[in-house]
C-alpha cells in the first residue's frame, strides 16, 4: 500500500493500493506504522506524500463502506473518525509536510493533502470534496481544515456544491502553493523538495510551531514566538551560520 523512502533529509511516503489508493482500516494502521519508523529516525527534515498512481487518492474504500452499509451507524461512522486521528497526526508532525498532487485528490483524498503543511498541484489536478453527491458529507476533517486554507466562502462552495476545481484554481485560492503544468511536475516539485530540505530543520520545525500557535485560541502566539526564537538562537547550527554571515558581512 506504501513505498518509504527516505534520502537526502526527504522523507517520502508513496501511496501505492492500486487502482485509486483508496483508504480503509488496513491502510489508516499502514500509514501509521510508517509514521512509528518515521519518528525513530533522525535523517529527515520534511516529510512528502505522493503516489504512485495517475491520481494521488480516491478516498474511501467503496468495499469497506458496501461492507458496513446498513449496519450500526457508530459502525458506518467509524472510519472516519479513524482518518481524522491519522491526519491530526500528520499535522501535528513537528517537521514540515507536503503532499504532491499530480492527479485527482476527491474526498479523503483531499482531506489527506489538506493535513499537510504544504500542497504542490499539477494545473490540471483535480481537487475537491465531493461527499454531498451522495448525501454525504466530508468527516475526515476537510469541514475544518478547508475554511482555514481557503476561507469560509470557497469553502462552503466546494463543500456544499461537491464540484472539485483544478489545481490551476486550487492556486488561485490559496488551497495549494503550487500549481504546475503536469508535463513539469516531477522536476519542479523535486526542486522544491530539495529547497526545503536544505533548510537548517531546527529552524524550521520552529516556524511551524510558532505557525501552529497562531491558530489556537488557547494559547499566546507570541510567547510562543518568542520561546522559538530563543530555541534557535541557542542551537549550535544557528550559532555557526550567523556566525559565518556577520564574517561575510564584515568585510
Known amino acids: 500500500m506504501f513505498e518509504l523512502h527516505v534520502a537526502g533529509a526527504i522523507a517520502t511516503v508513496t501511496l501505492a493500493r492500486p487502482p485509486v489508493n483508496a483508504m480503509n482500516d488496513a491502510w489508516v494502521e499502514g500509514f501509521h506504522e510508517l509514521l512509528d519508523q518515521l519518528d525513530g529516525r533522525g535523517d529527515w527534515s520534511i516529510l512528502c506524500i505522493r503516489s504512485a498512481l495517475k491520481l494521488f487518492c480516491g478516498g474511501a474504500d467503496l468495499r469497506q463502506i458496501e461492507s458496513n452499509f446498513g449496519k450500526d451507524i457508530e459502525v458506518q461512522a467509524g472510519p472516519g473518525g479513524r482518518y481524522q486521528k491519522l491526519f491530526a497526526r500528520i499535522e501535528a508532525l513537528r517537521r514540515p509536510t507536503i503532499a504532491l498532487v499530480k492527479g485527482s485528490a476527491l474526498g479523503g483524498g483531499l482531506e489527506l493533502a489538506l493535513a499537510c503543511d504544504m500542497r504542490f498541484a499539477a494545473e490540471e489536478a483535480k481537487l475537491g470534496l465531493v461527499e454531498v453527491k451522495l448525501g454525504l458529507m466530508p468527516g475526515a476533517g476537510g469541514t475544518q481544515r478547508l475554511p482555514r ?28 502553493q503550487w500549481a504546475v503544468p503536469a508535463a513539469e511536475f516531477d522536476e519542479r516539485a523535486d526542486a522544491v523538495l530539495r529547497q526545503f530540505a536544505a533548510i537548517a530543520s531546527h529552524a524550521a520545525q520552529a516556524a511551524k510551531a510558532a505557525i501552529r500557535a497562531s491558530l489556537d485560541t488557547g494559547r499566546d502566539g507570541y510567547a510562543v514566538e518568542t520561546e522559538c526564537v530563543k530555541a534557535c538562537l541557542a542551537h549550535a547550527q544557528t550559532q555557526e551560520m550567523v556566525g559565518a554571515f556577520l564574517a561575510r558581512s564584515a568585510k
Open 149 to 176: 486554507a481557503v476561507g469560509v466562502a470557497n469553502a462552503m462552495k466546494m463543500i456544499l456544491s461537491g464540484e472539485p476545481v483544478t489545481g490551476a484554481q486550487a492556486l488561485a485560492m490559496g488551497l495549494v
